[in-house]
Nanobody, 119 residues
Framework: QVQLVESGGGMVQPGGSLRLSCVGS??????MGWFRQPPGKEREFVAG????????KYADFVKGRFTISGDNAANTIWLQMNNLQPEDTAVYYC??????????????YGQGTQVTVSS
């Protein structure tokens, strides 16, 4: 059974930082990544990490503010988010991904973790 448990979200002021964590189990993949769903919008890709070689990919809106890292043996990834802005407000999800296409694996997402950026 696939399980994805995200944590680390919260409420911060603009310019603040958060570090998200995700532990996955019940599946194997050659990459993992973060996605987010802002209020009233579609879910979108944020960042991905290939286990082999450690290559990363980021959405343009990250603009050097976010850093993805992970532990393949533990099927765990993290997302360090700095200089958060109100437009980063969203529910953040992690997912196994295809390293070839940078697309999420088939199957449900976890519960996600809420990130709210507000003054």
């Amino acid at each position: 059974q696939v399980q994805l448990v995200e944590s680390g979200g919260g409420m911060v002021q603009p310019g603040g930082s958060l570090r998200l964590s995700c532990v996955g189990s019940g599946f194997s993949s050659n990459a993992m990544g973060w996605f987010r769903q802002p209020p009233g919008k579609e879910r979108e890709f944020v960042a991905g990490l290939r286990w082999s070689g450690g290559r990363t990919k980021y959405a343009d809106f990250v603009k050097g503010r976010f850093t993805i890292s992970g532990d393949n043996a533990a099927n765990t990834i993290w997302l360090q988010m700095n200089n958060l802005q109100p437009e980063d407000t969203a529910v953040y999800y992690c997912k196994g991904m295809s390293a070839a296409t940078w697309t999420p694996l088939y199957g449900p997402y976890g519960q996600g973790t809420q990130v709210t950026v507000s003054s």
